[in-house]
């Protein structure tokens, strides 16, 4: 009897060390022989005294403490879609969500045929390399700086170049002109 209760007390433990720690190594966070861990312990066993004894005569309590597991289960959320959805709306649901399981197949498949480069030693090598990346994103984005500058300068040299050239060609078209005048007073002189 007392072998049994002992089970069931271990039983409770771990699954409140579950809901407590979750997925994370409790041993790590508090190994055995701390303070804390004795604290607690402590901590815990006076809460279940008071609690025993602010429970004990009140039966409705007792029968809800009973059915405590009946109860989370019942809190689940897997088991109400047990009964409320069925199997074949489970199978429509993943029918529908068809294209979308494929293209994640397909990304998986694709990881896995390139998993040799994602483990090769240049990749390993890559966060070694990160400084010399970043020195040479540095340089281009200044050479990208430096061309925009060059650039804008070689506009206003073409705009400047155009200005010249439609002034001259302007004075040209001037200098012809008088010079077909003085042409024709000249003919008209003789």
């Known amino acids: 009897m007392a072998d049994d209760q ?23 966070l508090y190994p055995k022989g701390c303070k804390q861990r004795e604290e607690c312990i402590d901590s815990i066993h006076n809460v279940q ?14 029968q809800t403490y009973s059915k405590l597991a009946d109860i989370q289960q019942y809190l689940d959320p897997s088991y109400t ?10 199978a429509d649901t993943i029918m529908a969500d068809e294209d979308f399981i494929r293209q ?17 030693e240049y990749m390993k090598a890559l966060p070694k390399n990160t400084t010399k990346f970043q020195e040479l994103s540095q340089a281009q984005l ?4 430096k061309t925009a500058e060059v650039t804008d300068e070689v506009r206003n040299i073409l705009s400047a170049y155009n200005n010249i050239v439609s002034m001259v ?7 012809d002109e008088i010079i077909t005048k003085l042409e024709m007073a000249k003919l008209a002189k003789k």
Request: hydrophobic share 30%.
């Open 49 to 62: 005294t008071k609690t025993n004894a602010a429970v004990q005569g009140k039966k409705r309590i007792s």
């Open 104 to 120: 994640q197949t397909a990304r998986l498949e694709t990881m896995e045929s390139i998993q040799d480069c994602i483990n090769s």
């Open 169 to 175: 060609s302007k004075q040209f078209v001037q200098w």
């Open 6 to 28: 002992l089970d069931q007390l271990e039983n409770r433990i771990t699954l409140l060390e579950c809901l407590v720690f979750g997925t994370s190594d409790k041993d790590a």
């Open 81 to 90: 879609d047990e009964m409320t959805v069925s199997d074949s709306a489970k």
């Open 142 to 145: 200044s050479q990208q700086d």
